[in-house]
């Protein structure tokens, strides 16, 4: 899970000091014991254990500052939600914009009407069904394009439930 919301720079950075770690390992293990087989000896032992410590204290660094730049980015993206209100009644949906920026959209969908309604973005999420004078809000990352919010109750889409907003 934490590896899918890590950044390309993030993955590359923890990926080379994991690799220096495992090219330590399986290197004193398996060739320089063959090469001498008193691997690290007396004298070899105290820099033999640094280097272990070091690269593992190297290790877990990256992970803490990948980690922590990784949810501060997320907790500003969670903050930078644009919103969009949309309104439906009968057979009508009423957004306050036909256009919004690419990203985050929190749409705020009131119920206006006298039956419940939902809206949906073809092809993605949808709010559940909201009663009479209430409301719901639905937030998603839209990327640019031409998207159709309809009314996913039978029958109300093809009433004119529907509206297109573009994203830029």
Known sequence: MLLAGLTTG???GLGVVALVFIAFALTSSFIASRRRPDFPGKNGLSVFILVSFALF?????????????????????KKAAKTLAVRESEYKIALASSSVPTGRIAFDV???GR???DLTIQGGAKTALISPGKSATLTTTLKPGTYTLYC?????RKLGMVAKLTVT
């Open 10 to 12: 993030h993955k590359i």
């Open 57 to 77: 204290a190297a290790m877990i660094s990256a992970v803490v500052v990948f980690g922590k730049e990784s949810e501060a980015k997320g907790a500003g993206q």
């Open 110 to 112: 009131s119920n206006a």
């Open 115 to 117: 039956i419940p309604h």
């Open 152 to 156: 996913s109750v039978p029958g109300h």
